[in-house]
């Protein structure tokens, strides 16, 4: 594949994170609880890597080197826990500027993993992109005083779990194709989420009276196409990279928040997301001046 086709799977994978929200606010309007529409998410996500496995595949998988996997479902798993239950405390816009964080915590952890110093590109977007969080999710002027500490604490909890799912894909598994490690990482998911969460909704009837409307939107968009996404463009981006790219979801998030939820949307925050856009670029424009070859000076 060309070198430019993995930043933008890591793009387009953060960007179907950004319904995620929407979604499970849209299950609890509905009167199912956040924990509930988790569930459904990964068992749903679960089904369908099983399913695509067994249709394209058709052989057993070969589990060498599956062990190198689980770090990357149980966060996974981690972040749709703990995300859920920030959404009983917060509105949908709010959660996902919480989440949002993992932009700087994720730069943090490869920095500590790589032993180095982010660069002024790096620096300089996520300047960007905090500005333009601050802006897009309309915080300026919003009074945040009745938010309770619960959801602040879930919210920051999302953004470290999602920090590490993607530090958890910065390597490939030698031999093992993207359906594989998608059905082997989302297993890894739905057995700690089987644990922590509501798996009575496979009996208590809550699947056939409309949960599974919204655990097979989440199951793909929460699931199947950002595992398969992130499994294959990590590895060759980098997980410090991958958090920046990973931005793409904030701008989704509140366009579909506005459109879904009827959330207020202003000039102001249309304006943070051409600044997130901006400083999601940015890390490339330094990469492509520090790689360019030197300008040839001709001699009199």
Not at 131 to 145: K, N, P
Not at 219 to 237: D, E, K, N, T, W
Request: net charge positive; charged share 10%; proline share 5%.
């Amino acid at each position: 594949m060309p070198k430019w086709i993995y930043p933008v799977m890591i793009a387009v994978g953060s960007s179907c994170y950004g319904i995620l929200s929407t979604n499970i606010k849209l299950a609890m309007n509905a009167g199912f609880t956040a924990s509930e529409a988790v569930t459904a998410q990964y068992m749903t996500g679960f089904f369908l890597a099983l399913i695509l496995f067994a249709a394209i595949n058709r052989r057993l998988p070969n589990l060498k080197g599956a062990s190198a996997l689980i770090p990357a479902g149980v966060f996974t798993a981690a972040t749709g826990i703990v995300y859920g239950k920030s959404l009983i405390y917060l509105p949908a816009s709010l959660a996902v500027v919480l989440l949002f964080q993992f932009t700087w915590i994720g730069m943090l952890i490869d920095c500590i993993a790589r032993k180095r110093l982010p660069n002024r590109g790096e620096l300089l977007s996520l300047v960007l992109l905090f500005a333009g969080t601050v802006l897009a999710a309309g915080l300026i002027g919003t009074d945040l005083t009745g938010i309770p500490w619960q959801g602040w604490a879930w919210g920051m909890a999302a953004a470290l779990t999602f920090s590490l799912f993607i530090f958890s894909n910065r390597k490939s598994v030698e031999g093992m194709d993207t359906l594989t490690r998608m059905l082997v990482t989302s297993f890894v998911a739905v057995i700690v989420i089987s644990v922590f969460q509501s798996p009575e909704i496979l009996w208590n009837g809550s699947l056939p009276d409309g949960l599974w409307m919204y655990g097979l939107l989440l199951g793909v968009f929460g699931i199947i196409a950002p595992v398969a996404l992130f499994g294959m463009a990590v590895p060759h981006v980098g997980s410090g990279m991958s958090s920046i790219l990973s931005s793409a979801e904030l701008p989704v998030a509140v366009t579909v928040s506005v459109l879904l939820l009827n959330e207020p949307f202003s000039g102001l925050q249309l304006a943070g997301i051409i600044v997130i856009l901006i400083g999601m670029i940015v890390p490339t424009l330094f990469e492509r001046r520090r790689s360019a070859p030197p300008a040839v000076t001709e001699s009199t």
